[in-house]
């Protein structure tokens, strides 16, 4: 693993820690049934796609943690890159 990556666990580790410390799993818990259940993401991109709109979930980053500082992507501009890989 990169020292990148190292450093983001250990974060993320201390990140929990805190919060455990600051809150119980029971009321945690308590909260997250309260607010209504799951959604149904399958039918909502079904339903998107039902309508002729767009159904996408999509990312693109210029660069990775685990790649360091080295650019995985060379084009800048988003509508760019979009175009670039947009199916023909």
């Known amino acids: ?4 990556l190292k450093r983001i666990v250990a974060v993320k580790h ?9 809150r119980d799993q029971a009321s945690l818990r308590r909260d ?16 998107r796609l039902g309508q002729g709109q767009a ?6 980053k210029k660069a990775s943690p ?9 084009l800048t501009s988003p509508a760019a890159t979009s175009k670039a890989v947009r199916p023909a």
């Open 14 to 22: 201390d990140e929990i820690r805190v919060a455990r410390a600051s």
């Open 55 to 60: 159904a996408v979930i999509a990312e693109i």
């Open 32 to 47: 997250a049934e309260s607010l209504g259940g799951v959604r149904d993401f399958v039918g909502a991109m079904r339903s």
């Open 66 to 74: 685990s790649k360091g500082a080295s650019i995985s992507c060379h």
């Open 1 to 4: 693993m990169s020292d990148i």
